[in-house]
């Protein structure tokens, strides 16, 4: 609006100059009328104000890569007099990645009520909150303005992309199945369900010997309980925002975010029961799911969740909080490289690690004791079908 401001204060001083030279009576009175019509614009425009009403209308849901209608209306209460247009500053915040983007948008009233449509295509998946910054209307003329007050905020919550990959579980699963409920025993206290056995270790308990198994092979064997009350498995999305010091693709960390969606759908799927840790804040938020509505409601929650700083601080919480004595499978995701600290848990966790990297190609498999390491390229993640056996 600045060149409308410029070209009226161009007219004014045309007016001066010719009413100084010629000395005419007409031009003063054009020029007085002409110095004082914004004042009169802006009286105008400050009852038009109280008539205009905002509002910001927007899809609930859509997947990360598909368009979400954004739509602004600008309703009156009958006529107006100066308005002319509405000029609305609105921030678009990515509540997963802490984002934002700041857009403008002209809504013109010169036809009545303004209504401004715009497809708006989030590329990352999380919670989406839009609010108005600024609402401001213009003259007719674009000389004056008024404040408005601003639109109510509107969210929308853009789900992950689908990643095309399928769990095979071929291994044979210790525990049992309840339903649809899966339980994988991990090392407890409860005698009657065999976790492991092994050699008897002096200070180990004698009651848990088995004598009739250690008079055949003339040693003592000693049985390990089991806790096949609890989900042995979690699934610990661990990517973060920066990666040591430096900050970390969005597109991978999108895509590490995805992953981890699919792969706890497919557990779901498959009937395995498992918590899904997600590292925010100073905490790790850890959701069960023992079936598909608990793996969409966990979604909804997770795209809420502001994602932590720095990439590994949820393994270290994980450690921390000694919950490997709990989950024997531990399925590790992440964007561009795992921690090294994975080895320092426990022998008998099982892990999977799924590393999201920027590069094109195959699948790379690595093996280390009891350690799965599988990388993922972002640039074929959504164009191939994966089969993972775990």
Same mark, same amino acid.
């Given at each position: 609006?600045?060149?409308?401001?410029?070209?009226?204060?161009?007219?004014?001083?045309?007016?001066?100059?010719?009413?100084? *030279?010629? $000395?005419?009576?007409?031009?003063?009175?054009?020029?007085?009328?002409?110095?004082?019509?914004?004042?009169?614009?802006?009286?105008?425009?400050?009852?038009?104000?109280?008539?205009?009403?905002?509002?910001?209308?927007?899809?609930? #849901?859509?997947?990360?890569?598909?368009?979400?209608?954004?739509?602004?209306?600008?309703?009156?209460?009958?006529?107006?007099?100066?308005?002319?247009?509405?000029?609305?500053?609105?921030?678009?915040?990515?509540?997963?990645?802490?984002?934002?983007?700041?857009? @403008?948008?002209?809504?013109?009233?010169?036809?009545?009520?303004?209504?401004?449509?715009?497809?708006?295509?989030?590329?990352?998946?999380?919670?989406?909150?839009?609010?108005?910054?600024?609402?401001?209307?213009?003259?007719?003329? $674009?000389?004056?303005?008024?404040?408005?007050?601003?639109?109510?905020?509107?969210?929308?919550?853009?789900?992950?992309?689908?990643?095309?990959?399928?769990?095979?579980?071929?291994?044979?699963?210790?525990?049992?199945?309840?339903?649809?409920?899966?339980?994988?025993?991990?090392?407890?206290?409860?005698? #009657?369900?065999?976790?492991?056995?092994?050699?008897?270790?002096?200070?180990?308990?004698?009651?848990?010997?088995?004598?009739?198994?250690?008079?055949?092979?003339?040693?003592?064997?000693?049985?390990?309980?089991?806790?096949?009350?609890?989900? #042995?498995?979690?699934?610990?999305?661990?990517?973060?925002?920066?990666?040591?010091?430096?900050?970390?693709?969005?597109?991978?960390?999108?895509?590490?975010?995805?992953?981890?969606? *699919?792969?706890?759908?497919?557990?779901? @799927?498959?009937?395995?029961?498992?918590?899904?840790?997600?590292?925010?804040?100073?905490?790790?938020?850890?959701?069960?799911?023992?079936?598909?509505?608990?793996?969409?409601?966990?979604?909804?929650?997770?795209?809420?969740?502001?994602?932590?700083? *720095?990439?590994?601080?949820?393994?270290?919480?994980?450690?921390?909080?000694?919950?490997?004595?709990?989950?024997?499978?531990?399925?590790?995701?992440?964007?561009?490289?795992?921690?090294?600290?994975?080895?320092?848990?426990?022998?008998?966790?099982?892990?999977?690690?799924?590393?999201?990297?920027?590069?094109?190609?195959?699948?790379?498999?690595?093996?280390?004791?009891?350690?799965?390491?599988?990388?993922?390229?972002?640039?074929?993640?959504?164009?191939?079908?994966?089969?993972?056996?775990?």
């Amino acid at each position: 609006m600045r060149k409308y401001r410029a070209a009226y204060l161009a007219v004014l001083v045309c007016i001066g100059v010719l009413t100084f *030279q010629s $000395g005419s009576g007409f031009l003063l009175t054009v020029g007085a009328v002409w110095a004082c019509l914004p004042v009169l614009l802006w009286l105008m425009l400050r009852l038009d104000a109280q008539r205009i009403s905002l509002e910001c209308r927007t899809g609930t #849901s859509c997947w990360a890569g598909q368009e979400l209608n954004l739509t602004i209306l600008a309703g009156h209460r009958g006529p107006l007099t100066a308005a002319g247009t509405v000029k609305i500053t609105l921030c678009i915040r990515n509540v997963l990645f802490g984002q934002e983007t700041v857009k @403008e948008y002209l809504l013109p009233l010169s036809g009545g009520s303004g209504c401004f449509e715009q497809p708006f295509t989030p590329k990352l998946c999380g919670g989406l909150i839009f609010e108005c910054r600024k609402a401001v209307c213009y003259d007719l003329m $674009g000389v004056c303005c008024v404040s408005l007050k601003n639109p109510k905020m509107c969210m929308a919550t853009v789900y992950p992309a689908k990643v095309p990959l399928v769990l095979i579980q071929g291994r044979s699963v210790r525990g049992r199945l309840e339903g649809e409920r899966q339980y994988r025993n991990c090392r407890g206290g409860d005698i #009657s369900e065999v976790f492991d056995l092994r050699e008897y270790m002096p200070g180990d308990d004698v009651r848990s010997i088995h004598w009739k198994l250690s008079g055949k092979l003339d040693t003592l064997i000693l049985r390990e309980g089991s806790d096949p009350s609890r989900d #042995s498995t979690m699934l610990l999305c661990d990517a973060g925002l920066f990666l040591e010091g430096q900050p970390t693709d969005a597109r991978l960390l999108s895509a590490a975010m995805e992953t981890a969606v *699919q792969l706890s759908g497919c557990l779901a @799927e498959l009937g395995i029961a498992h918590n899904v840790g997600i590292p925010a804040g100073d905490g790790l938020h850890c959701m069960e799911v023992h079936r598909q509505s608990d793996h969409l409601h966990m979604t909804e929650e997770w795209m809420g969740i502001h994602l932590q700083e *720095q990439s590994g601080n949820g393994l270290k919480l994980y450690l921390e909080e000694h919950l490997d004595r709990f989950y024997s499978r531990l399925i590790y995701v992440t964007a561009e490289e795992a921690p090294k600290y994975l080895r320092s848990l426990p022998d008998w966790t099982e892990i999977i690690v799924f590393c999201i990297v920027d590069r094109e190609g195959e699948v790379r498999l690595a093996q280390e004791r009891n350690c799965q390491l599988i990388e993922l390229p972002a640039d074929t993640l959504y164009t191939k079908t994966y089969q993972i056996m775990i």
